[in-house]
């Protein structure tokens, strides 16, 4: 069994939380929770090493409190549209040959 030191809590987040924020970037930051939560209590629970945890702390201070925010939201801006860009080609049928220009 792994984990546990805290009662799982990362499952709840990620079950009750995670996708329900009714906003990208705040979606994006509860799935970082998650992976951050569920890495102290392995870590805590003696399941993955000291390095294992750091390099899960780097990583989300590494994007949460350095990366710029502007650019983080233009990511979503463009996932998003690609997302519904994709959709729009299956609507219509259209097999997309090019993702870099949108060609019919």
Known sequence: ?????????YCQIQSELCGQMYDAELNDLMNDIVKLAHDLEWY???DIGE??????????KR????AEREDRLKAYVD???EKFRSE????LGVERKDKDHDQL
């Not at 729009?88 to 609507?91: F, V």
């Open 1 to 9: 069994m792994s984990g546990g030191s805290h009662g799982y809590v």
């Open 44 to 46: 805590d629970s003696c």
């Open 51 to 60: 390095e294992t945890y750091q390099k899960t702390i780097a990583e989300f």
């Open 63 to 66: 994007k949460w409190f350095k």
């Open 79 to 81: 996932e998003a549209m």
């Open 88 to 91: 729009m080609y299956l609507l």
